[in-house]
């Protein structure tokens, strides 16, 4: 059962443009982080959210964290071919230990 | 520099071939974890070990076993491997931390099993 849906599966835009990934479940976590995985290598961290409703910026990365503690989006402001890559979102049930990780959302930004 | 190494990076095997993905960490971290990548289903998680001697299932434990003996090294072995574990393998090691802790993953193992 996968917990967490991320959408939208791809996308696909262009330098400079703006986006949005989200990150959804009808489960509450005690907190949630998104990683970005590059071809080739394994995942790595960005950022971690704790608090509901909290909002945690990372250079042109902003990470929200949604009220209730069941959803999260990603917004990335004018995109940057550096920024290609697969964005996983995980969040940590407070039932129990191991991450529960979203399928991903495959970013490509052409110049 | 802090890292979470594994070999081999690229294997193909046969089925039935017993096989061990070695994964080592520097970081002296307790707690280490598997997991498989496959298209279509996302990460998910093999087994983890919160520290040397203790190791317990994840999400898709058949066909794996792993052994935890000193805290650096955590080995996934697969007696015997069949094509249905095909996948990209990633070793994790963990940092405690406030809430969720952060995951250190390796560079990954691409598993063929013909």
């Known amino acids: 059962t996968q917990l967490l849906e991320q959408s939208p599966q791809f996308l696909s835009i262009q330098e400079g443009e703006n986006l949005t990934v989200y990150c959804n479940s009808s489960s509450v976590f005690s907190s949630l982080q998104w990683y970005r995985q590059e071809p080739g290598e394994g995942p790595v961290l960005l950022v971690t959210v704790v608090t509901g409703g909290e909002v945690k910026k990372l250079k042109r990365l902003t990470f929200q964290f949604g009220d209730a503690r069941k959803d999260s989006s990603l917004h990335i402001t004018a995109a940057q071919p550096g920024d290609t890559g697969l964005y996983l979102c995980?969040?940590?049930?407070?039932?129990?230990?191991?991450?529960?990780f979203g399928k991903g959302t495959s970013l490509l930004v052409t110049p | 520099e802090a890292q979470v190494t594994q070999n081999p990076r690229y294997l193909i095997t046969v089925t039935g071939k017993k096989l061990t993905v070695t994964c080592s960490q520097n970081m002296n971290h307790e707690y280490m974890s598997w997991y498989r990548q496959d298209p279509g289903l996302g990460l998910r998680q093999i087994y983890y070990?919160?520290?040397?001697?203790?190791?317990d299932k994840g999400d898709v434990p058949e066909g794996y076993k792993v052994s935890r003996k000193e805290k650096r090294n955590f080995p996934l072995i697969l007696e015997s491997p069949s094509p249905n574990q095909t996948s990209l393998y990633f070793c994790a090691s963990e940092r405690p931390g406030q809430g969720i802790n952060e995951q250190f993953f390796g560079p990954g193992t691409r598993l063929t099993v013909l």
């Open positions: 070990s919160m520290n040397v001697e203790v190791t």
């Open positions: 995980a969040g940590l049930l407070y039932s129990g230990y191991a991450l529960n």
